[in-house]
């Protein structure tokens, strides 16, 4: 019962975060409502457990635990690999730009002093 207690906490707190970063527009509308679903359906399966008992059988789980820790390490793995592909196209976006702002403060000293 403690540890049901303490995820609901952790549930209404990550919630209250994605909430709180959309209204700052630090997150969209659309992840606002992707994470209070995954942290409502988090605080479902935490207060019944025993939903979970019709997929732990069929898929042939020993307990509901490790089903849960499988979801999790792929729940990981996979925005582990989307926040790695997000990382690289900033990074390229910034490389260019820093190229390009480089090109024009090298370019502009020529031209003024050319002006002269």
């Known amino acids: 019962m403690f540890i049901q207690v303490v995820a609901l906490l952790f549930g209404c707190i990550m919630a209250y975060f994605a909430y709180f970063n959309d209204k700052r527009k630090e997150i969209s509308l659309e992840g606002m409502i992707f994470w209070c679903l995954v942290w409502i359906a988090f605080i479902g399966v935490a207060l019944f457990p025993s939903i979970l008992d019709p997929i732990v059988e069929t898929l042939s789980f020993t307990r ?4 849960l820790v499988i979801l999790a390490f792929g729940f990981l793995v996979t925005f582990t690999f989307y926040n ?33």
């Open 64 to 67: 509901a635990f490790d089903l």
């Open 84 to 116: 790695y592909i997000l990382l690289s196209k900033v990074r390229k976006k910034l490389e260019r730009l820093v190229q390009r702002i480089a090109k024009e403060r090298v370019i502009e000293p020529r031209d003024s002093k050319s002006k002269r």
